[in-house]
Nanobody
Framework: QVQLVESGGGLVQAGGSLRLSCAAS????????MGWFRQAPGKERQFVAA??????????YYSDSVKGRFTISRDNAKNTAYLQMNSLNPEDTAVYYC?????????????????WGQGTQVTVSS
């Protein structure tokens, strides 16, 4: 079992930045692919970013809506994944969830993630 706890959400003005953290415990963090998803009010949860690895090395993936603005990273020594969010706009307002997958190659498919955090609220004001 992996326990995930997100932090770093809050209220920010449009154009601002936030960094979300996802602290993992209960398993060998480095073995898991990590992803970030978000859910806005009245909408389905959607993929934001993922960091996965294979024999080719570590790769990152982003949704088109955040590409170039958000950066996913991980620090295996700290058992923590991060989502750096820059140039935020009101459309980024959502609850952000981190997720872990035992399949190291998992990327965008929500159903392939095995463990989820409780979410952290990000609100961007105009």
């Amino acid at each position: 079992q992996v326990q995930l706890v997100e932090s770093g959400g809050g209220l920010v003005q449009a154009g601002g930045s936030l960094r979300l953290s996802c602290a993992a415990s209960g398993a060998t963090f480095s073995n898991y692919a990590m992803g970030w998803f978000r859910q806005a009010p009245g909408k389905e949860r959607q993929f934001v970013a993922a960091i996965a690895f294979s024999w080719r090395g570590t790769r990152t993936y982003y949704s088109d809506s955040v590409k170039g603005r958000f950066t996913i990273s991980r620090d295996n020594a700290k058992n923590t994944a991060y989502l750096q969010m820059n140039s935020l706009n009101p459309e980024d307002t959502a609850v952000y969830y981190c997720a872990a997958s035992q399949d190291a190659g998992t990327t965008q498919v929500e159903e392939e993630y095995d463990f989820w955090g409780q979410g952290t609220q990000v609100t961007v004001s105009s």
